[in-house]
């Protein structure tokens, strides 16, 4: 026979089971663990109890205590996770916002904007969305990546080695001229494109190399339509054994076709860049573009000039990119072009203006 101790323990375990509420819970533990509780109040039969079964009774009762309390417990903390979960499901995150910080009618206000107009737009309830810049980047990077590239960055204030020297442009290139190039009093520069990244990664790392580098480049232009003094490019290096311009050519008729539809032409034209021979520039004709059958010019590219990688070698101290062994092509694409082809964006200012009424149509 077992003891009326753990009679009384099983009787509670199956009243603590049948417990559906933290309220009925509650109960059961007043009832057997509460002041005069009936398991409790076994503290006080104790003194009645013959010497030898005292320590018995007693480890015992500690246990039942013990294990009545902890299971009261979990059984509490059940409770309380099934009523945060109901109280989160009544919750509609799909919900729009209530604009903070503004008490007005019914969650609009007016705006005028630097250029006269003004009116009234959904403001704090709408939601936010990625600049056209930021679209056409994602969805470039998505595609080199599938082509395994990997994502290269370096500064945008450079010095003159990393943007013109190592790629082979001479002192005398009227790339550098002060009219054409952003100066800092102490000879850095604000980098005219990002094949600076080609150098600062080849300095790190020994071939093969395939990354690409997005981000701004700033040259002294006046601001019009297809002009800014701060633009953005993609730049690309691949360097491997044996690469040629097949692959050049290639690659980016692959990411043209990913980006404006299988059914962009693509073009090249031979060009001259000091960091590559030969060179060429990229031009796309897509069906989708609105304005009609006209070639844009979206891309500079080539195959990297030695004399690029023995710049590389010098600085690394070692023969890592041996022209004899290694070879590879590079390009910087216009993401700002892209983004205009690709969305029909008649003026480069557009990027840079914040006008909502403009921002709104790629949400
Ligand atoms: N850096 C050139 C520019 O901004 C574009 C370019 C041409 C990048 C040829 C390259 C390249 O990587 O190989 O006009």
């Given at each position: 026979m077992s003891h009326p101790l753990e009679q009384l323990c099983d009787e509670a375990l199956r009243e603590i089971e049948a417990a559906t509420d933290d309220q009925a819970l509650e109960t059961t533990r007043v009832k057997y663990?509460?002041?005069?509780g009936s398991i409790s109040s076994w503290g006080e039969q104790m003194?009645?109890?013959?010497k030898e079964e005292k320590p018995v009774v007693g480890k015992l009762l500690n246990e039942v205590r013990n294990a009545l309390t902890a299971v009261i417990e979990s059984r509490a903390q059940q409770f309380r996770s099934q009523k945060e979960s109901s109280t989160l499901s009544k919750?509609?995150?799909s919900l729009p916002g209530t604009p903070s910080g503004y008490s007005g009618y019914s969650g609009y206000y007016g705006y005028s904007t630097p250029d006269g107009y003004s009116g009234f737009g959904r403001t704090a309830e709408e939601r936010a969305s990625l600049h056209p810049l930021t679209q056409v980047l994602d969805r470039s990077i998505e595609i080199f990546r599938r082509m395994g590239f990997a994502l290269a960055d370096g500064p945008d204030i450079e010095d003159e080695w990393h943007c013109f020297d190592a790629l082979?442009?001479?002192?005398?290139?009227?790339?550098?001229?002060e009219q054409d190039t952003f100066y800092l009093?102490?000879?850095?520069?604000?980098?005219?494109?990002?094949?600076t990244v080609q150098i600062r990664t080849m300095e790190a790392e020994p071939p093969p190399i395939r990354v690409i580098a997005p981000g701004a480049a700033y040259r002294r232009d006046e601001l019009d339509a297809t002009h800014s003094p701060q633009f953005h490019q993609i730049e690309g290096l691949y360097v491997d054994e044996n690469v040629s311009v097949a692959d050049l050519k290639g690659a980016l008729e692959f990411f043209m076709h990913e980006l404006f539809g299988a059914g962009t032409e693509v073009e090249f034209r031979p060009h001259y860049f000091p960091?590559?021979?030969p060179s060429l520039e990229v031009y796309v004709k897509s069906k989708?573009?609105?304005?009609?059958e006209q070639w844009i010019e979206v891309a500079g590219s080539g195959v990297v000039h030695p004399a690029v990688f023995e710049q590389v070698n010098k600085r690394r101290g070692d023969?890592?990119?041996?022209p004899e062994k290694w070879s590879g092509y590079a390009f910087g694409l216009g993401m700002d072009r892209l983004a205009m082809i690709l969305f029909d964006?008649?003026?480069?200012r557009l990027f840079s203006q914040n006008d909502l009424r403009f921002l709104r149509q790629f949400a």
């Open positions: 663990l509460g002041r005069s003194k009645a109890l013959a919750i509609d995150i082979n442009t001479p002192p005398e290139h009227p790339a550098r001229n009093p102490d000879a850095r520069l604000l980098r005219t494109h990002t094949s960091f590559t021979e989708a573009l609105k304005g009609g023969k890592a990119y041996d964006i008649p003026d480069i």
